[in-house]
């Protein structure tokens, strides 16, 4: 049985002014009392994060606009990143967008490309970019993979300033661009932003919704020399999003034979306008069982399709209470996580923003109807950060959701200036208190979360299979960072790989159920998701001390039906297939200290 937060750490917790005698005996009810938790302190914290991208070989640096100044916003924007297990070896790989920089003309074989790594199962990588077709240049903003064929390979689909790509997955290494194929290709350029692939007519194939951000055409940016500018807090910037043109989001149905159609305005997708889209998001928010569509806006309203079930949206989110601020007001929307963090059956939303604004909290209260609880809960207590990729994680495995935060401000020149606000910043982690509740622990989380970059996307996984989550994320004009974690002393966990057969290959859209006593946790797979960016696919829960997970039950997307299994137990990987039950069992890895 899952105990109360910290409960289960109870072997290395002191309480101050009592002695650790008083403190076990205290009733469990209490601990999850707020004025008793403030008083418990981990002399060792359980959990820490160590960047190790240099020794796992991540030493290539991201490319993206100017270093000190930038002049256009598409320089500031930066861009997304996928943990990515592309050859189904059960070990998480890593894709790396990049960017580039204006008026540079590259020396043949200098230019800044994307980057795909294979994980050698040791803590290192391998650089196999040469030769995949994946080695692209250009201004790749997001990426997110599903299996749009249902070959049981997982694709990547690649959103850039300029032309999106879908990249056809061979399952060895290699990739074609079958965008014109598929009838994706754009006949202008656009800026392709977030993307999600979900199934939105439960067909059984997977079909694809993309954020485009706003219309900017190269020919129309300044030049270098150009001395028009903009101003924040009276420091002279780059111009945008407000006074430029805000672009349309896409609806790609899936035909079922690699080739899809523009649903966009059949589907109710063009009815809000134009937005400055950024990130977007695919799970069944009212729990109907139809994936619904969640997109994060910059400086408007944020968007909630509600899926009508008839192959039409509707935007919901300002009757749902989830499209502006607690305060009501538009607000600058990067990134999205989605999770069930008090365990109440519904999924809620953690959205980030800009500086001088708090990342929203929205409580998923039923039936999509959200109330914003960013005061209530605890996380309103930072606000000087430009926050970017998010994600719900278990971070020390006790059950109850955490969440991470990566943070960078877009303006270089603010730290010519005496403000509260820098353009490097370090990272944030909430703890769950397991009562409603989060606590900013990130000075106790070790120096992966201190060390400053001005980061973008972020991505959540478990790359060394030990069952500690992990974290991915790319830093502007830096190396990116490979965040492992070290909770030697956490709890137990079970990792979930769901492949479907009447459903989509991926499983995108199958909901997972995990029970221990009277604890029950709750995940979708999901494509897309933080800032632009691809998380591990397989679903990843925590067990505290429990030695077994009572029931796991999972409902499968396209048929409803469901499988459920019992007495399973604890640590390690289940490869589960849709009507097969579960076809492979992986013991974790062991747990290694920094």
């Known amino acids: 049985m899952l105990l109360p937060r910290r409960h289960f750490l109870g072997s290395s917790l002191l309480l101050l002014g009592n002695t650790l005698t008083e403190a076990l005996a205290t009733p469990l009810h209490r601990w999850t009392d707020p004025a008793l938790l403030q008083t418990i302190k981990a002399p060792t914290p359980p959990v820490q994060f160590v960047d190790v991208a240099r020794q796992a070989g991540l030493t290539i640096p991201n490319v993206w606009g100017g270093i000190d100044h930038k002049r256009s916003i598409i320089e500031a924007k930066g861009s997304g990143l996928a943990f990515y297990d592309f050859d189904h070896d059960g070990w998480l790989d890593i894709y790396l967008t990049n960017g580039n920089r204006l008026g540079t003309e590259w020396p043949t074989g200098k230019a800044p490309t994307a980057h795909l790594y294979k994980n050698n199962r040791d803590g290192t990588f391998t650089d196999i970019t040469e030769g995949s077709g994946l080695g692209i240049t250009g201004w790749q903003t997001g990426v997110c993979v599903g299996d749009y064929n249902n070959d049981g390979l997982d694709d990547l689909f690649c959103c850039f300033w300029g032309q999106n790509r879908l990249m056809r997955n061979h399952?060895?290494?290699?990739?074609?661009?079958?965008?014109?194929?598929?009838g994706l290709l754009q006949d202008r350029v656009r800026w392709?932003?977030?993307?999600?692939?979900l199934d939105y007519n439960r067909d059984g194939h997977l079909d694809l919704f993309v954020c485009n951000y706003l219309k900017l055409d190269p020919s129309e940016i300044p030049p270098a020399a150009d001395t028009h500018f903009c101003q924040w807090k009276g420091v002279p910037i780059l111009c945008g999003p407000r006074g430029l043109p805000a672009d349309t989001n896409l609806l790609y149905r899936n035909n079922g034979d690699g080739t899809f159609t523009d649903v966009s305005e059949k589907s109710g997708i063009l009815k809000p306008g134009p937005r400055y889209s950024i990130t977007a998001v695919s799970y069944d928010f009212d729990n109907d069982g139809w994936p619904d569509i969640y997109i994060a806006v910059d400086s408007q309203p944020s968007i909630l399709f509600r899926n009508n079930h008839d192959g039409t949206f509707t935007d919901i989110a300002v009757a749902a209470g989830c499209a502006y601020s607690e305060g009501g007001r538009e607000q600058a929307g990067m990134g999205v996580a989605v999770g069930d963090y008090d365990c109440d059956g519904n999924f809620d939303i953690f959205k980030t923003n800009f500086a001088d604004d708090t990342s929203n909290l929205y409580h998923n209260d039923g039936k999509a109807s959200f109330t914003d609880l960013t005061t209530d809960a605890g996380t309103s207590v930072n606000d000087q950060f430009v926050a970017w990729g998010c994600g719900f994680l278990d971070i020390d495995n006790d059950g109850w959701q955490d969440i991470m935060q990566v943070n960078g401000h877009v303006y270089p020149e603010i730290d010519s200036y005496h403000f509260n606000q820098t353009f490097k910043n370090p990272?944030?982690?909430?703890?769950?208190?397991?009562?409603?509740?989060?606590?900013?622990?990130?000075?106790?989380?070790?120096p992966g979360i201190a060390?400053?970059?001005?980061?973008?996307?972020?991505?959540?996984?478990d790359y060394d299979n030990d069952g500690g989550m992990d974290a991915l994320i790319l830093n502007m004009n830096d190396v990116p960072s490979l965040l492992r974690n070290t909770g030697v002393a956490s709890g137990n966990w079970i990792k979930l790989k769901l492949i479907g057969t009447h459903c989509n290959r991926t499983a995108i859209g199958a909901r997972a159920r995990v029970t221990t006593g009277k604890h029950t946790q709750m995940d979708e797979v999901h494509s897309g998701t933080s800032v632009m960016s691809q998380s591990d696919l397989r679903l990843h829960f925590g067990l505290g001390q429990a030695g077994f997970a009572d029931t796991i039950e999972i409902i499968w997307p396209t048929t409803g039906k469901s499988e459920k299994?019992?007495?399973?137990?604890?640590?390690?990987?289940?490869?589960?297939?849709?009507?097969?039950?579960?076809?492979?069992?992986?013991?974790g890895s062991p747990r290694k200290p920094a």
Do not use: W
């Open 451 to 461: 060390q400053r970059f001005s980061s973008r996307g972020a991505a959540f996984g």
């Open 565 to 587: 299994f019992t007495h399973i137990k604890a640590n390690q990987i289940l490869t589960i297939r849709e009507g097969q039950g579960i076809i492979a069992t992986v013991p």
């Open 427 to 446: 990272r944030l982690v909430y703890r769950n208190l397991g009562n409603g509740r989060f606590k900013d622990v990130s000075a106790q989380m070790g």
């Open 192 to 197: 392709g932003a977030g993307c999600t692939f």
């Open 171 to 182: 399952g060895d290494g290699t990739f074609t661009d079958v965008t014109k194929q598929a």
